[in-house]
């Protein structure tokens, strides 16, 4: 058998493999476009650039001189558990030295701030759109009352950052 006919087999039993799995629901909690500086946390380092977008609507473009985490949004108005919290956001880089990477970190009354980051799959150098995503794992009776969105760099560097969305997918079995 050639190559193509290896390729189509390992395709067609991939498919046959997941007919039978039920599709992921993700939900959308939140979106923010990022196409203005409202709502955004940190504002030093932080500006908006109208010239390169992932949407053409405007990105935040953020230059750093030092490892640094920028605080960008805080929710307070979600009600999740049970499930799972994902942070996705396109980023885009230049010259940076180091990793830009996204960061989260959930507030439980009672328990205090845990993080989840990116790191293992940052940005580094220079890079076109891509699109990052990082997970919390909650719990039953795991609700975050703030969550907070973050972008981290540790080194320095250009990082744009759109479309943010804060989303909720079923804890994987």
């Known amino acids: ?9 390992g395709l067609l039993a991939a498919v046959t493999l997941n007919c039978g799995k039920e599709a992921v629901e993700v939900v959308e909690l939140k979106k923010f476009p990022l196409d203005d500086l409202q709502g955004i ?3 030093s380092s932080v ?5 390169i977008s992932s949407d053409g609507r405007g990105s935040l473009r953020i230059t750093v001189t030092h490892p640094t985490v920028i605080r960008l949004l805080e929710v307070t108005d979600i009600d999740v558990e049970n499930a799972r919290l994902i942070y996705r956001a396109s980023l885009r880089t230049e010259n940076v030295e180091g990793k830009a990477y996204l960061d989260m970190r959930c507030h439980f009354p009672g328990r205090g701030e845990f993080f989840s980051k990116g790191i293992e799959t940052g940005l580094t150098g220079t890079t076109d759109w891509v699109t990052e995503e990082i997970s919390f794992l909650l719990k039953e009776g795991d609700n975050p009352d703030r969550v907070r969105l973050n972008l981290g760099i540790d080194g320095q560097g250009t990082v744009w950052i759109d479309d943010i969305r804060l989303l909720k997918a079923p804890l994987e079995q």
């Open 1 to 9: 058998m050639n190559r193509i006919g290896v390729l189509l087999c």
């Open 41 to 43: 946390v940190t504002r």
């Open 47 to 51: 500006v908006m650039d109208r010239d």
